[in-house]
Every structure is written in C-alpha cells, then in structure tokens.
C-alpha cells in the first residue's frame, strides 16, 4: 500500500501547489488564465499519450474540444439539461467521435495520418458553422450556465478553477498508471516497432483505437470545461490554429512527459495570452518556438531542463561529489 | 504424439510483383526439433518467416500451426497460438526500458485492460508483478541478467540487443520460436555461447527454427536442416547428408559450407 501511495507523490505536491497557488494571485484573470492553462493540460495530456507514447500523430484534436464544448453547450442552453449531464455527454461524444473516426484514420500512417486528422478538424469546423440550426453558426452559443456543486454555482474563478485543477491532477494520475501498466507498454511498443509489437501479440490496431478514444474523451472533457467556464462558444476557436496551438504545447512541454504537458500548456496559453495585441504575429513566434524546441530540446523543456540541470552540476565537480 | 508437426507449411507461394520470392515451398517443423533454414542472400528465407507469423500474407499454399490452418491471421493471432519471433535488424522497442522490452513480450500472459490500468487494480497489480517476475526470468535464462533492467534498451551492445530479442520472444512462452539470423554480426565466442543458448531453450520445450549464415552454428546445432535458393525449396535432410548434396553446393556457388 505504502509503495503504491508513493506512486503519487509528484502528484500530491504539485496538488497541494495547485491549491495554494490562488492564494498567490490576486486577480481574478490571473486565476481565469490558470484554469484556461488547466483546461489545455487535460488536452494536451491526451495528445501526450497519442503522440509522445502511442506514436500516431494528431492535428485535429480541437475538433475533440469543439465537439465537447458545444455537446455541453446544446445540452444545456437549448436542451435544458443540468451541467454535468452535459459534461457527461461531452466527454462521452469525444469518445464516441473518436472511435467512429479512429477506424479508418488509425489505418493511416505518419504524415498520412496527419493529414488524415487535419482533414476531421477542418470538417467538424465546418459542421459547427454551417449546422446553425443546432449551433448558431458563426453567432456561437452564448449564456451557457456555469457547473454547480451542491446548489452552489462555480461560477467564481476560483471554484472553476478548483474544478478544473481536480481533473487535472485525476487525469494526470490516471494518465501516469496507464503509462506505467500493460497497456501502456504496449501503445509505446507500437511506437517502437508496430512488427515487433504485433508479433509479440500486441493488437496493435486495438491499442491506437483505446489511445485515440482516451484523447478524444480527454479533449471532450475539456471543451465541456471551458464551455461552462466562459460561458460561450464560438466555431473559431475550435478550428486548425488552435490544433497547432495543442501540437506545439505538447512539442514544447515535451511528449513523452506527463509534467511537460502542463509545462508546455501554461508557456503557450501565458505567451499567447500576452502576445494578444500582436496576435498575427503569434504564429511566426510560435513557429519558431517550434523550430527550436526541435533542435534544441527534442525531449522538450520539461526534459531539456533536467538534462541542463544535470550538466550544470557536473561541471562543478565539488558539488557532483558531494551529490554522491 | 513424438511426430507432432508444430509448423507445416505446403506449396507456400509469395510474390513481390513480377519476383516470386517464396516458391511452392514445403516442410514440416516437429515438436522438439531445431530445425534451420538456410540459404544464400535472397534465397527467401526471412521472407518465409514474415509468411509463417502473418507479417505478409501468402499468395498461394498453406501454413498449419499444430494442426491448425493459420494463413490470413493477423500477426498478434499467430502470436498468440504460440509463434514468437527474433529479427534479422533487431527491432526493439529503442524507447523502453530492458525489462519493459521483455514484458511487451509477455503480453498474452496477462489480460489487464485500459480501466483496470488506469486504476491500478489489485489484479493488475498482481499480474504486473509475475510479468516482471517472468520477464527477469527470461533475461537471466539468455543471460541478460547482467544488465540493468531499467537501461533503456538502446543503451545495450549489439549482441546483447539480439540476446533482448531473443529474451522477449521467449516471455511469451512459445511453442514455436523462429530465430532470423541470431548469429550475425556476433563475435565467435558469442555465437558459440548463442549456441548453447539455443540447446538449452529446446530443452525447455521450445521447437526452434533458424535461419541463419554461420555454417559451423547452423550444423552443430540442428536436426535437420531445409536448404532454399531463389525462393526454391533445393534440399532438405540432416546437416551432413545437406552439405553433401550436389545442388546444395552449386547453389552457394563452390562455397565451402
């Protein structure tokens, strides 16, 4: 038991951080930009496991968000459903998508792969804007109530930002098991060597599908957060920019790390954030970022940080004694 | 039940467009046997062994798996009738540990799925421990226990990369296990001790078929022994009475074998 509850010691701090960290923000956009930054980790989490560990590339995951965010968003604006039926729903349609779209698209490879999921983002952007009589088209859906938790609405930003925080750490949690277990050996054995899994008898078909499914639930979960969090959906935010947007985070944060996803979400939503004013030059800077991280920091920050950290301590060779 | 044929395989034909690479091949692997399969370069002999574990699909004839017909399985099926493989360019998995390499072998042994993972259920948790269990096992029987089990798998030496694959193969307890030249690019003493290791794995129970180019391995170790060229099935008998053999002999071109 003791050996399993260390499992999530990482987790536990950066939980009691997360707690504390309102307390070290004043305003309420500070903790509205950590709860988009939250938001983002639960998507890029799931391209992590697909990307980084699975090895199928993804540019349409903001179809995933745009599906969840307007499946909470029908549900309850014109449905009149509770909130948490519609995250239920949206989490659940994410899921579904994906394993409806997954079976043809997972037989794709590498770049076709890619240009096979750019394709889905584009279509499901243009179903949300032409499909008005459910969606409002380019209008968007506006006064989508905000969750509450025992007749209390979370609609301060700090009682959304608890929320989001919570299903950060869980998916995180859950995230770091599957990779650490059977299943998760075997979506990185495909990674590896799709033959070699497959004849180790790995169904290697049967692990992108689940991996790609997880993604695509995550994603949905997200898009019912953010829903219910600014309260209104539009199409474009769902469209093929913010799919980069959720490549370059998970790059950048480094794909094959469950902390770089939170890493990579908070630079790229913060940059973003602040580069507002020059916004069509944010693409040139995230390009760059890109370029770089490539070939500089293949593992991405999370990892290129370490690895900084333990050269710095070797070239002081006192101190590298002593660490031993 | 002595001459019980693992693997049989009648009038077996693959075609890459106009190159029929395996050509109305037939034979037969029995239970406890080492068999090898031998052949100059692009005689088809690893083509036989994508053919046998469902990495390519056969054009024409018929592969039985103890008795069972298996043509048109797909790869992880045939795993899991108890065929494990090696590779002639090692195919590890580069981003895993050692032992975690070993365990994918394993895979079939357990049945944990993507919830109880993600949970970290008591069952899970159980099977987890004999995966790794087996999985240091099987590393120590190929003698691989000298390494870290927590080294990335490509942080090993050549050899020991080809002694991993091997060790993987074998943590999914095969009836069958097909070795594509273990032998290559190893150092003589290193292939002796493959040798040995090969006898040993047939004692456990394992029928063995290998291809490979190293003539003193091949002859020291195998019953019997199917020469090919050209996709062609030329000889097949004991490794004395093949050495002999006439067309064996033109085939590798005067080359003493």
């Known amino acids: ?324 | 039940m002595a001459d019980q044929q693992v693997l049989e395989l009648n009038e077996v034909v693959k075609r890459f467009g106009g190159l029929t690479a395996v050509d109305h091949v037939g034979f037969s692997v029995r239970k406890g046997q080492i068999k090898a399969l031998i052949g100059p370069n692009g005689a088809g002999k690893t083509t036989v062994f994508n053919l046998v574990t469902g990495v390519y699909g056969l054009d024409d004839g018929e592969i039985r798996l103890a008795g069972a017909r298996a043509n048109g399985l797909p790869s992880h099926r045939i795993a899991s009738l108890g065929v494990a493989r090696t590779f002639q360019q090692v195919e590890l998995f580069a981003n895993m540990s050692v032992l975690e390499n070993v365990m994918v072998g394993a895979h079939r042994q357990s049945n944990s799925g993507l919830v109880s993972c993600a949970l970290r259920s008591r069952r899970m948790r159980a099977q987890e421990g004999r995966l790794a269990e087996r999985a240091r096992d099987c590393l120590k029987l190929v003698g691989l226990d000298v390494v870290a089990p927590g080294a990335e798998a490509r942080s090993l030496s050549f050899g020991q990369q080809r002694l991993l694959e091997v060790a993987r193969a074998l943590a999914a307890d095969p009836m069958l296990l097909l070795l594509d030249e273990p032998a290559a690019g190893l150092s003589s003493a290193e292939s002796a001790r493959l040798g040995e290791l090969v006898e040993r794995i047939r004692e456990l129970g394992v029928t063995v078929l290998v291809v490979d180019h190293d003539m003193d391995l091949v002859m020291r170790i195998s019953d019997e022994v199917v020469v090919l060229d050209h996709g062609v099935k030329i000889a097949e008998g004991s490794p004395r009475a093949v050495q002999r053999d006439p067309k064996v002999i033109a085939a590798y071109l005067g080359e003493e074998i």
């Open chain 1, 1 to 324: 038991m003791k050996r399993e509850l260390k499992r999530y010691q990482a987790i536990g701090l950066v939980a009691m951080a997360a707690i504390a960290l309102p307390r070290a923000m004043s305003a309420d956009y500070q903790l509205h930009l950590a709860a988009i930054i939250g938001i983002n980790t639960i998507i890029v989490l799931g391209l992590n496991l697909l990307m980084g560990y699975a090895g199928q590339v993804s540019l349409g995951q903001a179809a995933f968000v745009g599906i969840g965010a307007y499946a909470s968003a029908i549900l309850t604006v014109k449905v009149g459903l509770s909130p948490w039926l519609g995250m239920a729903a949206a989490v659940a349609l994410g899921a579904l998508t994906a394993a409806i779209v997954g079976v043809p698209l997972l037989k794709l490879r590498g770049h076709y792969l890619a240009m096979g999921t750019l394709g889905f983002g584009m279509i499901v952007h243009i179903v949300l804007v032409q499909w008005d009589k459910l969606t409002d088209g380019t209008v968007g859906i506006m006064g989508i109530p905000p969750l509450s938790a025992a007749g209390v609405a979370l609609e301060s930003a700090p009682s959304m930002y608890y929320l989001v925080a919570l299903c950060v750490i869980v998916s995180t949690a859950l995230a770091s098991n599957i990779i650490d277990s059977r299943v998760g050996r075997a979506m990185r054995a495909v990674h590896g060597s799709e033959v070699a899994a497959e004849t180790s008898g790995v169904d290697t078909a049967r692990y992108k599908l689940q991996v790609f499914i997880l993604s695509g639930a995550l994603a949905g979960l997200a898009g019912s957060l953010y829903a219910h969090h600014v309260t209104y959906v539009h199409p474009d935010t769902f469209g093929f920019a913010y799919s980069i947007q959720l490549v370059v985070m998970a790059v950048l944060g480094g794909m094959t790390s469950i902390w770089g996803a939170v890493v990579g979400a908070a630079a790229v939503t913060i940059i973003s954030e602040e580069l507002r004013q020059y916004q069509e030059y944010s693409t040139i800077l995230f390009g760059a970022v890109l370029m770089a991280v490539m070939i500089f920091m293949p593992g991405g920050i999370w990892r290129g940080a370490g690895d900084l950290y333990r050269r710095l301590r070797r070239m002081r060779p006192g101190r590298a004694r002593a660490g031993v």
